[in-house]
């Protein structure tokens, strides 16, 4: 199949607008990387504090089995639009709930909101990357979802001596929702005029016998599943990391996210133009190789130079492999389901970020130490690892066909 995307080059202003919004986007859950420590501050007991930590990525990734086969480019601008707006609302709630029960009500609101806003910006920005530079766009948007993580927990950390509790902090976050409707707004019509140049193919809905067939794509199902055991070791370390820091009391959690997320982003921008022209699945490997030893040996630093060192190596281990794999899954996709696996990647987080919270805070209960739930994060790199090795065969050859046999 011809590829009919549209974009001849990457760095158009609806792109780097676009990542602009999903930075925000995810700079409203960024800030909450403190929130199982801050249920623990307002009295909500121990075992339900994995529960409601996890009950946002749950709702999210309820949510977007029903919201992906509806979402499409015609209806995405609207629904990034209203997300920004219930974005505001969710943030600010935070304030004034202290209660198990409004908590779960929130939660649940904040899940919708935030799969509504991530779905439909990515349905958008998907259509401006080049097929010929898959590994850069995916570094630019993997660098737009991790500048929050980068520079918002350092900064909570510096204002929260000033400030009430860490819900005053989730609230003032909402401020760049409010920048960014400033700039969707700004950025409509040239977005009409983009995406009314686009083949009409791509603007229109997959059915649902075209969706069943991509996922029946082995290529597809095994990049997808790699993905989400990433995630799942990447939600370990997001949740886990400031209690097993206060365990080891080794390093401070604030600058470890500070120097993995720098070094994250430096990777990925220094980077954007060789990922598309070293081996991608041959620097996967070996770059999954290298962080597996990195969450061993995290929860024995014994002292500060070696807890950042390993939140450099980390940085830079995660920096190369979420780009690589997305490359690879938008190469391996079908023109018109590059948008709907782009965002069933986005699918594999929730879940990840829900069931992580809370299987380890039912752990954490039972008496298991931080330093467990790390090593169990190592075996989810292991098993992507091996996916990495077993994936090769099934992708499509260079020439754009797929291999015989590419279905489960």
Same mark, same amino acid.
């Given at each position: 199949?011809?590829?009919?995307?549209?974009?001849?080059?990457?760095?158009?202003?609806?792109?780097?607008?676009?990542?602009?919004?999903?930075?925000?986007?995810?700079?409203?859950?960024?800030?909450?990387?403190?929130?199982?420590?801050?249920?623990?501050?307002?009295?909500?007991?121990?075992?339900?504090?994995?529960?409601?930590?996890?009950?946002?990525?749950?709702?999210?990734?309820?949510?977007?089995?029903?919201?992906?086969?509806?979402?499409?480019?015609?209806?995405?601008?609207?629904?990034?639009?209203?997300?920004?707006?219930?974005?505001?609302?969710?943030?600010?709630?935070?304030?004034?709930?202290?209660?198990?029960?409004?908590?779960?009500?929130?939660?649940?609101?904040?899940?919708?909101?935030?799969?509504?806003?991530?779905?439909?910006?990515?349905?958008?920005?998907?259509?401006?990357?080049?097929?010929?530079?898959?590994?850069?766009?995916?570094?630019?948007?993997?660098? #737009?979802?991790? !500048? *929050?993580?980068? /520079?918002?927990? &350092?900064?909570?950390?510096?204002?929260?001596? +000033?400030?009430?509790?860490? @819900?005053?902090?989730?609230?003032?976050?909402?401020?760049?929702?409010?920048?960014?409707?400033?700039?969707?707004?700004?950025?409509?019509?040239?977005?009409?005029?983009?995406?009314?140049?686009?083949?009409?193919?791509?603007?229109?809905?997959?059915?649902?016998?075209?969706?069943?067939?991509?996922?029946?794509?082995?290529?597809?199902?095994?990049?997808?599943?790699?993905?989400?055991?990433?995630?799942?070791?990447?939600?370990?370390?997001?949740?886990?990391?400031?209690?097993?820091?206060?365990?080891?009391?080794?390093?401070?959690?604030?600058?470890?996210?500070?120097?993995?997320?720098?070094?994250?982003?430096?990777?990925?921008?220094?980077?954007?133009?060789?990922?598309?022209?070293?081996?991608?699945?041959?620097?996967?490997?070996?770059?999954? #190789?290298?962080? !597996? *030893?990195?969450? /061993?040996?995290? &929860?024995?630093?014994?002292?500060?130079?070696? +807890?950042?060192?390993?939140? @450099?190596?980390?940085?830079?281990?995660?920096?190369?492999?979420?780009?690589?794999?997305?490359?690879?899954?938008?190469?391996?996709?079908?023109?018109?389901?590059?948008?709907?696996?782009?965002?069933?990647?986005?699918f594999t987080m929730d879940v990840a970020y829900f069931v992580v919270p809370y299987l380890g805070g039912i752990l954490v209960t039972i008496g298991a130490g931080f330093d467990i739930l790390f090593y169990v994060a190592a075996g989810f790199v292991l098993l992507s690892?091996?996916?990495?090795?077993?994936?090769?065969?099934?992708?499509?050859?260079?020439?754009?066909?797929?291999?015989?046999?590419?279905?489960?």
């Amino acid at each position: 199949m011809a590829d009919l995307t549209a974009p001849s080059k990457l760095w158009s202003f609806e792109f780097l607008a676009l990542c602009l919004i999903i930075a925000v986007a995810f700079g409203n859950v960024s800030v909450f990387y403190s929130f199982y420590h801050y249920l623990g501050t307002i009295g909500i007991p121990i075992e339900w504090r994995g529960f409601l930590v996890g009950l946002e990525p749950m709702s999210a990734f309820i949510l977007r089995l029903f919201v992906l086969p509806w979402l499409h480019v015609r209806n995405a601008f609207s629904v990034t639009m209203v997300s920004l707006i219930l974005m505001i609302v969710a943030s600010c709630a935070y304030q004034w709930v202290t209660t198990i029960q409004a908590m779960i009500m929130l939660r649940i609101f904040h899940g919708a909101v935030f799969v509504l806003l991530t779905s439909a910006a990515i349905a958008l920005v998907v259509n401006f990357i080049p097929a010929d530079k898959s590994g850069q766009g995916f570094s630019a948007i993997s660098i #737009a979802t991790m !500048i *929050p993580y980068a /520079i918002i927990p &350092p900064l909570s950390e510096a204002l929260l001596p +000033y400030v009430g509790n860490e @819900a005053d902090i989730y609230a003032a976050v909402s401020i760049f929702s409010v920048v960014a409707i400033l700039l969707l707004t700004a950025l409509r019509s040239r977005l009409g005029e983009a995406l009314r140049g686009m083949d009409g193919v791509l603007l229109r809905r997959p059915n649902i016998f075209e969706i069943r067939e991509n996922l029946r794509l082995r290529s597809v199902f095994f990049l997808l599943t790699a993905i989400f055991f990433i995630y799942l070791a990447h939600a370990t370390l997001f949740y886990f990391l400031k209690d097993l820091s206060l365990q080891i009391r080794t390093g401070d959690v604030g600058l470890f996210f500070a120097v993995s997320m720098v070094t994250m982003i430096s990777v990925r921008a220094l980077g954007t133009a060789l990922f598309d022209k070293t081996n991608k699945l041959s620097t996967l490997q070996k770059t999954l #190789a290298f962080l !597996i *030893p990195c969450l /061993i040996l995290l &929860p024995i630093a014994a002292f500060p130079a070696a +807890y950042y060192l390993l939140a @450099a190596l980390y940085g830079l281990c995660m920096g190369v492999i979420l780009p690589l794999l997305n490359a690879l899954l938008f190469s391996a996709s079908p023109p018109l389901m590059r948008g709907l696996n782009t965002n069933m990647t986005l699918f594999t987080m929730d879940v990840a970020y829900f069931v992580v919270p809370y299987l380890g805070g039912i752990l954490v209960t039972i008496g298991a130490g931080f330093d467990i739930l790390f090593y169990v994060a190592a075996g989810f790199v292991l098993l992507s690892f091996t996916l990495a090795l077993i994936v090769p065969e099934y992708l499509p050859l260079p020439q754009g066909r797929v291999k015989e046999g590419d279905g489960v």
